[in-house]
C-alpha cells in the first residue's frame, strides 16, 4: 500500500468491554438493596459491549421497519416487518426481565435490579426499549381490573420472548403497547374524540367497541394496548388485543409508519379503531387515573435511558480522547478537553444517582412504603424534566468529542444525538413534566415534606448544597407567577436532589465538581467549563472504559 494510504492515530473500536462496569451504577445498585443482582447485571454488561450486539443495534437502525397494510391479494393484514437483530434484541432484553418481571419478583430491590439492567443493554440501542418499557409500565395500570390482570400479567412478566400475531392466551409471553395520542389533542388526552361503546348484549360481555383514530402508537406489533376513549361515563382505559380470543384479528388498522428523527428501529404508527373490541380498564370515567399508573413508570424509565445515554456519550467520548493525540500528547491530557469530558461525567453520573434513586423509591412503596411514595411523585416529575433536558446537550458535546469523525454515522454518535430529544418528548415534554411538579406540590403536600425531607438527610455536608437547598426551599413558599417561572423552579429542584445524593453517596471528586458548578455558580452555559478547583482528572478515570 502507498505511504499515502498508512492509517495513524485512528481511535481502535469500543468493543470488548463490561459496559456495567460503571462505579455510579455499581454503588448504586449496592447501596439501593440489589446486589443480589451484580453477577447478573455484569453478564448483561460483557454482551452490550460485545461486537455481536453493537453490531445487532446498528442494523437495526439501518434497516428500519416497513409496513405491510395487505398481502398480496389484497386482504388486510396489518403487519410490520423488523430486522431480524430486532428480535435477538427484544429477546434479550426479556429473557433478562428487562419487562414486567420484577412485578412477580418477591424481592426487595427487584425494581433497582431491572433499572440497572434497562440501563446496561439500553446502551446498545434504545429503540427497541419502548415497548420493553411500555410492558414494564402496564402491570400496575391491568391491576385496576383484577381479572385482567390475573389472566395477562403473568404473561407479561414471562421471561419468554413469542412474537406474532395470535391469540395473547395462546402464547409463552406478551408485549404490552401504549395507545394515547390523538392529533387533535397531544398532550391534552381529555381532548380525544375515540369512543367506546358498550359490546355484546348492551354491555353484558364486559367488552366496549371503539372507534376512532390514534396518532401516535409505538411499537404497534406489541400482543396488547392499553387505550384510552370516551366511554358513556367519561374518558376511560380500556385493554386492546392485536388478536382476539377466538383468533381473529381485531380492527386495528395501522395507517402509516412515523418518519422520525430518530428511535428508527422502533416502528410508530397512526392507528384506525375501526370498531376494535376492548376490556375496561378500572372504571369508567377514570381513564386518567388509571393509565396514569403506567405513565409514571415510563417517565421514570425516560429518566434511566436520558441517564444512559449520557453515561454512552461520556464513555465514547473519554474513550476516543485516550486514544487520539493532538499537539503532542493524548487528547484527554490536554487540559480544556479534560475539563469537558469531566463535565460530561459529573452530568452522567449525577443522572444515573438520581435514576437509582427513583427506581429504589418505587420498589419500596410497591411494597408500602407510603414516605417513599411520596417522595416518588414528586421527584419523579422532578428529573422527568430535567434529566431529559439535559440529554440532548450532553450529546452533542460527546459528539463534538470526537471532531468530524463523531458526525459520522459509523462512530455511533449521530444515533445517540437523534435519539437523546425523544425522552423529554415521551409520556409528557418538558411544560407538561414542569406543570406537573407544579401539580404535584397542590395537590400532594406530603410529597413536598418527603422531598425536603430527602434533602435534609445531606445538610452540613457542602455548604454549597445548603445554601441552594435553603434558596430553593424559601421559593416554594412564593406562589406569585408559579406557572411562568416553572421552568426554572423546577431545575433548581432537581439540581439539588441531585446534588444531594452525591454529596451523601457519590464519589467526593464528582460531588465537588457537582456543587462547584451546579450549585455554587461557577460554571459556564456550555459543557467544560468547570472551575479550577475540582479534580477534573480523577472525575473523568471514573467514565475510561477498561478493555
Given at each position: 500500500?502507498?505511504?499515502?494510504?498508512?492509517?495513524?492515530n485512528?481511535?481502535p473500536p469500543?468493543?470488548?468491554?463490561?459496559?456495567?462496569?460503571d462505579?455510579?451504577?455499581?454503588?448504586?445498585l449496592?447501596?439501593?438493596?440489589?446486589?443480589?443482582?451484580?453477577?447478573?447485571?455484569?453478564?448483561l454488561?460483557?454482551?452490550?459491549?460485545?461486537?455481536?450486539?453493537?453490531?445487532?443495534?446498528?442494523?437495526a437502525?439501518?434497516?428500519p421497519?416497513?409496513?405491510?397494510?395487505?398481502?398480496?391479494?389484497g386482504q388486510?393484514?396489518?403487519?410490520?416487518?423488523?430486522?431480524?437483530?430486532?428480535?435477538?434484541?427484544?429477546?434479550?432484553?426479556?429473557?433478562?426481565?428487562?419487562?414486567?418481571a420484577?412485578?412477580?419478583?418477591?424481592?426487595?430491590?427487584?425494581?433497582?435490579?431491572?433499572a440497572?439492567?434497562f440501563?446496561v443493554?439500553?446502551?446498545?440501542e434504545?429503540?427497541?426499549?419502548?415497548?420493553?418499557?411500555?410492558?414494564?409500565?402496564?402491570?400496575?395500570?391491568l391491576?385496576?381490573?383484577?381479572?385482567?390482570?390475573?389472566?395477562?400479567?403473568?404473561?407479561?412478566?414471562a421471561?419468554?420472548?413469542?412474537?406474532?400475531?395470535?391469540?395473547?392466551?395462546?402464547?409463552?409471553?406478551l408485549i404490552?403497547?401504549?395507545?394515547?395520542t390523538?392529533?387533535q389533542?397531544?398532550?391534552?388526552?381529555?381532548?380525544?374524540?375515540?369512543?367506546?361503546?358498550?359490546?355484546?348484549?348492551?354491555?353484558?360481555?364486559?367488552?366496549y367497541v371503539l372507534?376512532?383514530?390514534?396518532w401516535?402508537?409505538?411499537?404497534?406489533?406489541?400482543?396488547?394496548?392499553?387505550?384510552?376513549?370516551?366511554?358513556?361515563?367519561?374518558?376511560?382505559?380500556?385493554?386492546l388485543?392485536?388478536?382476539?380470543?377466538?383468533g381473529?384479528?381485531?380492527?386495528?388498522?395501522?395507517?402509516?409508519?412515523?418518519?422520525?428523527?430518530?428511535?428508527r428501529?422502533?416502528?410508530?404508527?397512526?392507528?384506525?379503531?375501526?370498531g376494535?373490541?376492548?376490556?375496561?380498564?378500572?372504571e369508567?370515567g377514570r381513564?386518567?387515573?388509571?393509565?396514569?399508573?403506567?405513565?409514571?413508570?415510563?417517565?421514570?424509565d425516560?429518566?434511566?435511558g436520558?441517564?444512559?445515554?449520557?453515561?454512552?456519550?461520556?464513555?465514547?467520548?473519554?474513550?476516543?480522547a485516550?486514544?487520539?493525540?493532538?499537539?503532542g500528547?493524548p487528547?484527554?491530557?490536554?487540559?480544556?478537553?479534560?475539563?469537558?469530558?469531566?463535565?460530561?461525567?459529573?452530568?452522567a453520573?449525577?443522572?444515573?444517582t438520581v435514576?437509582l434513586?427513583?427506581?429504589?423509591?418505587?420498589?419500596?412503596?410497591?411494597?408500602?412504603d407510603?414516605?417513599?411514595?411520596?417522595?416518588?411523585?414528586?421527584a419523579?416529575?422532578?428529573?422527568?424534566?430535567?434529566?431529559?433536558k439535559?440529554?440532548p446537550?450532553?450529546?452533542?458535546?460527546a459528539l463534538?468529542?470526537?471532531?468530524g469523525?463523531?458526525?459520522?454515522?459509523?462512530?455511533?454518535?449521530?444515533?445517540?444525538?437523534?435519539?437523546?430529544?425523544?425522552?423529554?418528548?415521551?409520556?409528557g415534554?418538558?411544560?407538561?413534566?414542569?406543570?406537573?411538579?407544579?401539580?404535584?406540590?397542590?395537590?400532594?403536600?406530603?410529597s413536598?415534606?418527603?422531598?425536603?425531607?430527602?434533602?435534609?438527610?445531606?445538610?452540613?455536608?457542602?455548604?454549597?448544597?445548603?445554601d441552594?437547598?435553603?434558596?430553593v426551599?424559601r421559593?416554594?413558599?412564593?406562589?406569585?407567577?408559579?406557572?411562568?417561572?416553572?421552568?426554572?423552579?423546577?431545575?433548581?429542584?432537581?439540581?439539588?436532589?441531585?446534588?444531594s445524593?452525591?454529596?451523601?453517596?457519590?464519589?467526593?471528586?464528582?460531588?465537588?465538581?457537582?456543587?462547584?458548578?451546579?450549585?455554587?455558580?461557577?460554571w459556564?452555559?456550555?459543557?467544560?467549563?468547570?472551575p479550577p478547583?475540582?479534580?477534573?482528572?480523577?472525575?473523568?478515570?471514573?467514565?475510561?472504559?477498561?478493555?
Amino acid at each position: 500500500m502507498p505511504p499515502t494510504h498508512e492509517v495513524t492515530n485512528q481511535v481502535p473500536p469500543l468493543v470488548g468491554h463490561d459496559v456495567a462496569d460503571d462505579p455510579a451504577l455499581l454503588e448504586g445498585l449496592r447501596r439501593e438493596g440489589a446486589d443480589w443482582a451484580e453477577t447478573e447485571l455484569r453478564e448483561l454488561g460483557v454482551l452490550a459491549g460485545g461486537e455481536g450486539a453493537q453490531e445487532w443495534g446498528r442494523l437495526a437502525n439501518e434497516h428500519p421497519p416497513v409496513l405491510r397494510t395487505h398481502d398480496r391479494v389484497g386482504q388486510r393484514i396489518d403487519e410490520v416487518e423488523f430486522h431480524p437483530h430486532w428480535h435477538d434484541l427484544m429477546a434479550v432484553a426479556v429473557s433478562h426481565g428487562l419487562h414486567a418481571a420484577p412485578w412477580r419478583q418477591d424481592r426487595p430491590g427487584a425494581h433497582v435490579a431491572r433499572a440497572a439492567k434497562f440501563y446496561v443493554w439500553s446502551q446498545v440501542e434504545a429503540g427497541h426499549t419502548c415497548p420493553i418499557s411500555m410492558t414494564y409500565s402496564a402491570v400496575p395500570a391491568l391491576r385496576h381490573s383484577p381479572g385482567l390482570a390475573a389472566e395477562y400479567e403473568p404473561l407479561l412478566a414471562a421471561r419468554d420472548y413469542d412474537f406474532g400475531l395470535r391469540a395473547p392466551t395462546t402464547k409463552r409471553g406478551l408485549i404490552a403497547g401504549m395507545s394515547m395520542t390523538e392529533k387533535q389533542g397531544g398532550s391534552d388526552v381529555r381532548a380525544n374524540t375515540t369512543r367506546a361503546v358498550p359490546g355484546g348484549a348492551n354491555g353484558t360481555d364486559g367488552t366496549y367497541v371503539l372507534t376512532g383514530h390514534k396518532w401516535f402508537t409505538s411499537a404497534p406489533m406489541s400482543d396488547v394496548f392499553l387505550t384510552l376513549a370516551q366511554a358513556p361515563g367519561g374518558l376511560s382505559c380500556f385493554l386492546l388485543p392485536r388478536v382476539l380470543p377466538d383468533g381473529t384479528r381485531n380492527a386495528l388498522h395501522l395507517q402509516r409508519l412515523k418518519d422520525k428523527l430518530g428511535n428508527r428501529s422502533n416502528a410508530s404508527a397512526e392507528i384506525e379503531y375501526d370498531g376494535a373490541i376492548g376490556w375496561l380498564v378500572g372504571e369508567e370515567g377514570r381513564g386518567v387515573r388509571t393509565i396514569i399508573e403506567m405513565v409514571n413508570n415510563t417517565r421514570l424509565d425516560c429518566v434511566i435511558g436520558g441517564a444512559a445515554g449520557m453515561r454512552h456519550g461520556a464513555v465514547r467520548a473519554t474513550h476516543h480522547a485516550t486514544h487520539r493525540h493532538a499537539f503532542g500528547a493524548p487528547l484527554v491530557r490536554q487540559p480544556l478537553m479534560t475539563n469537558v469530558l469531566a463535565d460530561l461525567t459529573v452530568e452522567a453520573e449525577a443522572a444515573t444517582t438520581v435514576a437509582l434513586r427513583l427506581a429504589a423509591a418505587g420498589d419500596r412503596a410497591e411494597r408500602g412504603d407510603e414516605q417513599e411514595a411520596a417522595f416518588r411523585r414528586l421527584a419523579l416529575a422532578v428529573s422527568k424534566y430535567w434529566v431529559c433536558k439535559r440529554a440532548p446537550a450532553h450529546a452533542a458535546e460527546a459528539l463534538e468529542c470526537l471532531g468530524g469523525n463523531g458526525y459520522v454515522e459509523e462512530s455511533g454518535m449521530p444515533r445517540l444525538f437523534r435519539e437523546s430529544p425523544l425522552s423529554s418528548i415521551w409520556e409528557g415534554s418538558g411544560n407538561v413534566a414542569a406543570l406537573d411538579t407544579l401539580r404535584a406540590m397542590a395537590k400532594s403536600p406530603e410529597s413536598v415534606e418527603a422531598f425536603a425531607a430527602e434533602l435534609r438527610l445531606a445538610s452540613g455536608a457542602d455548604r454549597r448544597l445548603d445554601d441552594a437547598v435553603a434558596d430553593v426551599l424559601r421559593d416554594l413558599a412564593d406562589p406569585a407567577d408559579a406557572e411562568f417561572r416553572a421552568r426554572r423552579l423546577v431545575e433548581r429542584l432537581a439540581l439539588v436532589l441531585q446534588g444531594s445524593l452525591l454529596v451523601r453517596h457519590g464519589d467526593k471528586d464528582v460531588a465537588d465538581a457537582f456543587c462547584a458548578s451546579r450549585l455554587g455558580g461557577d460554571w459556564g452555559v456550555a459543557f467544560g467549563t468547570l472551575p479550577p478547583s475540582v479534580a477534573a482528572e480523577a472525575v473523568v478515570d471514573r467514565a475510561r472504559p477498561a478493555q
